[in-house]
């Protein structure tokens, strides 16, 4: 019965590869994102979807790309892996656009080597 | 550009102390504040939100503080108890913000028995 739900919990590989990561949510919310946490616990967002739209890409690589079948799913894509990606990855859910009582899954660690 | 910070970076306390955590906020347009509490190998976890036409909303055990005047908002902690021990972030979401929420950097309170 897990609320926002991330796999892999730990993701480590070589530069250059691509890899996704995948999130779920079951709380029936419209909104989801993606968020970066640095190794200095700065959490960033990186995108936004609502019901399926993006409404937020900040400034971020285009090889991350969102990518959202259903309002319950949005995964992760990252293409040609870089070092500086090493990071926490997380997914949050809330029920409606600005924020309103994030859930957050509990990450995803990507270590890049 | 706009930012939300903490004053203090650590805090250490005795178990049974009361805790207070510290956020200033930049955004004047900010009208929804939240406390998140992180603990380790885990996502940000909802603590007490407060909306910007409250200036007080209290939990059970914790207390948030708004003051607009000077941009501030705080947590307080009744009776901290070693499960208390997490990074805590405030984070603001509204105005320019809108769709988002914005993190300040974290403050990593311990309590010691």
């Known amino acids: 019965d897990t609320a926002v739900s991330q796999t892999p919990k730990y993701l480590v590989t070589q530069m250059g590869n691509d890899k996704s990561i995948k999130c779920e949510q079951n709380?029936?919310?419209?909104?989801m994102y993606w968020y970066k946490q640095d190794s200095k616990k700065f959490l960033k967002i990186m995108f936004s979807?609502?019901?399926?739209?993006?409404?937020i890409n900040e400034t971020v690589p285009n090889r991350f790309s969102p990518k959202s079948p259903d309002k319950a799913h949005l995964n992760l894509h990252i293409n040609s892996l870089e070092l500086g990606d090493s990071a926490v990855y997380f997914c949050?859910?809330?029920?409606?656009?600005?924020?309103?009582?994030?859930?957050f899954g509990s990450g995803t660690r990507l270590t890049v080597v | 550009g706009e930012s939300v910070g903490l004053h203090l970076p650590t805090l250490s306390v005795q178990e049974g102390d009361n805790s207070i955590i510290n956020c200033a906020y930049s955004?004047?347009?900010?009208?929804?504040f939240i406390w998140y509490k992180q603990e380790s190998g885990k996502g940000p976890q909802f603590i007490i939100d407060?909306?910007?036409?409250?200036d007080k909303r209290q939990g059970q055990r914790v207390t948030v503080l708004l003051n607009k005047t000077v941009k501030h908002l705080s947590l307080q902690i009744a009776a901290t108890q070693p499960g208390d021990s997490a990074v805590y972030f405030c984070?603001?979401?509204?105005?320019?913000?809108?769709?988002?929420?914005?993190f300040g950097q974290g403050t990593i309170l311990t309590v010691h028995p």
């Open positions: 407060i909306r910007s036409n409250m």
């Open positions: 709380l029936g919310h419209d909104t």
């Open positions: 955004n004047s347009a900010s009208d929804y």
């Open positions: 949050a859910s809330s029920r409606r656009v600005a924020g309103d009582g994030y859930t």
């Open positions: 979807y609502n019901n399926k739209e993006l409404i």
């Open positions: 984070a603001e979401a509204g105005g320019t913000s809108y769709g988002k929420l914005t």
